[in-house]
């Protein structure tokens, strides 16, 4: 059996380790069950979790078996980490709806069948029902305030004021750790590297009750050369749901990152060769350009298919006209409906021929057909294609 962490650490994914070198042996030779944790806070996964299922595809094609947890119970709290304000609270029924999404986002990912098939376990089939003082007495107990206290998830909290609510999420996150140990013989957690502190506390919380072996593992933020959060555009988050971000945006959010993020990015979110990235990005100034197109492409098909990827590739290089062509912006001002857009940026003499045009099939927005003439116009800014010459991003005043 391969051992999966020399391909996480030759692809740039390992930031922090316990027990390293008992770890990598135990890797090496059995198959581990492990598990990361997702909060169901929206409808969608975004790119802030794209590496955390790239991670869980390379752990389960190297024979571990990973388990996915969603935090139906810890949602109810909210995670501090990485915040500087607390979260709103969630419904059941949200909630609920939530993970429904994210299951059948995974799957493009994680096998959920056969050999080391993927388990989805709800926290909240466990906390939500714990009795409080039993709690205290069982996990409370092994967790110093002091330790807690220097932990950075809660350090850059505190002069704004962190409640005693989400103070009890490391509690709650070291609990399922231990849960799972119980239930499925979970013995890893990874996750991204804000998250530090509460996975080594699951691990060490495992290793007191239990007296038996339980490591973690965090991977590098998914952050710009300059130190940002990727996955943010000046329309919000990009999500990994086409309704939310069409694959045409999707494509071109990966075609336009700077010119320094394009190997990391390759090697972290794809599955291409690492010879391949190498010689792809050796020339950074005379190949960037295809290097980049390569990264969307491979990033589109991975989350929307190989159709969909098909198409906004075309898309956007009839759009820019080649890859080092800007596309022509046109503003507007007072439009509501694609037609108005239509009219307003020259595109249509008359609201009567931008109808007909969009009768007849030659109206896209984004990569999507447009088929009602009375479609409002989805964004401040979109990308307006008619037929197979004109191209304009419109941005709505």
């Given amino acids: 059996m391969a051992n999966v962490m020399d391909t996480l650490r030759a692809r740039g994914f390992v930031k922090q380790t316990v027990y390293e070198e008992e770890l990598y042996e135990k890797l090496g030779k059995e198959s581990v069950p492990f598990y990361i944790g997702f909060d169901p806070t929206a409808d969608s996964l975004h790119v802030g979790h794209f590496m955390q299922l790239i991670a869980m595809h390379h752990m389960q094609q190297a024979g571990h078996k990973p388990i996915i947890l969603i935090g139906g119970g810890t949602a109810m709290v909210g995670d501090p980490s990485g915040r500087t304000d607390m979260r709103s609270m969630m419904t059941k029924e949200t909630i609920r709806h939530?993970?429904?999404?994210?299951k059948k986002q995974m799957s493009r990912f994680?096998?959920?069948?056969?050999?080391?098939?993927?388990i989805?376990?709800?926290?909240?089939?466990?906390?939500?029902?714990?009795?409080?003082?039993?709690?205290?007495?069982?996990?409370?107990?092994?967790?110093?305030?002091?330790?807690?206290?220097?932990?950075?998830?809660?350090?850059?909290?505190?002069e704004?004021?962190?409640?005693?609510?989400?103070?009890?999420?490391?509690l709650m996150q070291g609990y399922d750790f231990l849960v799972l140990y119980r239930k499925y013989g979970c013995q890893l957690e990874l996750g991204g590297d804000d998250q530090w502190s509460?996975?080594?506390?699951g691990a060490n919380l495992i290793r007191v009750k239990e007296q038996k072996p339980a490591y973690a593992m965090t991977f590098t933020l998914l952050t710009t050369s300059d130190g940002k959060k990727m996955g943010k555009t000046a329309k919000g988050a990009v999500w990994l749901d086409e309704n939310k971000t069409t694959p045409y945006e999707f494509y071109q959010y990966?075609?336009?990152?700077?010119?320094?993020?394009?190997?990391?990015?390759?090697?972290?979110?794809?599955?291409?060769?690492?010879?391949?990235?190498?010689?792809?990005?050796?020339?950074?100034?005379?190949?960037?350009?295809?290097?980049?197109?390569?990264?969307?492409?491979?990033?589109?098909?991975?989350?929307?298919?190989?159709?969909k990827a098909?198409?906004?590739?075309?898309?956007?290089?009839?759009?820019?006209?080649?890859?080092?062509?800007?596309?022509?912006?046109k503003e507007v001002t007072g439009v509501v409906t694609v037609v108005d857009a239509m009219v307003a940026a020259g595109v249509a003499k008359s609201k009567g021929e931008a109808?007909?045009?969009?009768?007849?099939g030659g109206v896209s927005v984004d990569d999507a057909k447009v088929t009602d003439a009375n479609m409002p116009v989805p964004a401040p800014e979109f990308v307006l294609h008619k037929g197979k010459k004109v191209h304009l991003k419109i941005v709505v005043k």
């Fill in 98 to 102: 939530n993970v429904e999404c994210f």
């Fill in 110 to 118: 994680i096998d959920f069948e056969g050999e080391n098939a993927a």
């Fill in 120 to 158: 989805v376990v709800d926290n909240g089939d466990w906390l939500l029902d714990l009795n409080y003082i039993d709690f205290l007495r069982e996990i409370g107990a092994h967790f110093s305030v002091n330790t807690m206290l220097r932990a950075e998830c809660f350090k850059q909290r505190l």
């Fill in 160 to 170: 704004r004021g962190l409640s005693f609510l989400e103070f009890n999420y490391m």
């Fill in 198 to 201: 509460n996975i080594l506390a």
């Fill in 254 to 307: 990966w075609r336009n990152i700077a010119d320094e993020d394009v190997e990391k990015c390759m090697k972290l979110l794809t599955f291409l060769p690492l010879e391949q990235i190498e010689s792809l990005c050796a020339h950074k100034d005379e190949r960037i350009n295809q290097a980049k197109e390569v990264l969307a492409y491979e990033l589109t098909k991975e989350v929307h298919g190989e159709e």
């Fill in 310 to 329: 098909n198409l906004a590739q075309s898309q956007a290089k009839a759009a820019f006209g080649g890859a080092d062509a800007e596309l022509l912006t």
């Fill in 355 to 360: 109808r007909r045009l969009i009768e007849q």
